[in-house]
T-cell receptor, first 109, second 115 residues
């Protein structure tokens, strides 16, 4: 069975502070991991995925298979980063995303 | 260039009624997914279509839930004899191909409230 855990329901930081949203997973196969974001009154949208090794809006995430983690990081938070963030794992068949419970990020001015 | 479209946006029904939720995926997208998102939780997988074929329905919580995609485009999720625990946001997503790791594009969801 696959499982994604986001231990923090809420993370509150000041503008300019570093941010790390934690994500841990359990999966017996080779994981493909994603971060999705939902801004206020908008739909869920893809932020980044580990296979792309990209940085989107200043966010990065590194897959650590030893620690089974895929934490999302940004060195300097901006107010517009305030949103719900969901970590998700895609099964090997590519037909099922398992989401974590989400972390609400609040960036205060 | 419309994205995934879901209707209605909001649905209120009395316990015991049947409801039908519609999803229009992005044109040409082969794969279609339904998720259920309870308040304060992440989305949970319900079912998956590849064109008109329902290849995985392991996430459907009971036999009251039924999904179809008869022509391989629009999909309908039907819930019979609704219960209060069915109250949730129902999300539809589509992706372009059957190849794995293609990102899923989500609709706005239908917020279902059962009284």
């Amino acid at each position: 069975a696959q499982r994604v855990t986001q231990p923090e329901k809420l993370l509150s930081v000041f503008k300019g502070a570093p941010v790390e949203l934690k994500c841990n997973y359990s999966y017996s196969g080779s994981p493909e991991l994603f971060w999705y974001v939902q801004y206020s009154r908008q739909r869920l949208q893809l932020l980044l995925r580990h296979i792309s090794r990209e940085s989107i809006k200043g966010f990065t995430a590194d897959l650590n298979k030893g620690e089974t983690s895929f934490h999302l990081k940004k060195p300097f938070a901006q107010e517009e980063d305030s949103a719900m963030y969901y970590c998700a794992l895609l099964n090997n068949a590519g037909n099922m995303l398992t989401f974590g419970g989400g972390t609400r990020l609040m960036v205060k001015p | 260039g419309a994205g995934v479209s879901q209707s209605p946006r909001y649905k209120v029904a009395k316990r015991g009624q049947d409801v039908a939720l519609r999803c229009d995926p992005i044109s040409g997208h082969v794969s279609l997914f339904w998720y259920q998102q309870a308040l304060g939780q992440g989305p949970e997988f319900l079912t998956y279509f590849q064109n008109e074929a329902q290849l995985d329905k392991s996430g459907l919580p009971s036999d009251r839930f039924f999904a179809e995609r008869p022509e391989g485009s629009v999909s309908t999720l039907k819930i019979q004899r609704t219960q209060q625990e069915d109250s949730a946001v129902y999300l539809c997503a589509s992706s372009p191909r059957t190849v794995s790791n293609q990102p899923q594009h989500f609709g706005d969801g239908t917020r279902l409230s059962i009284l």
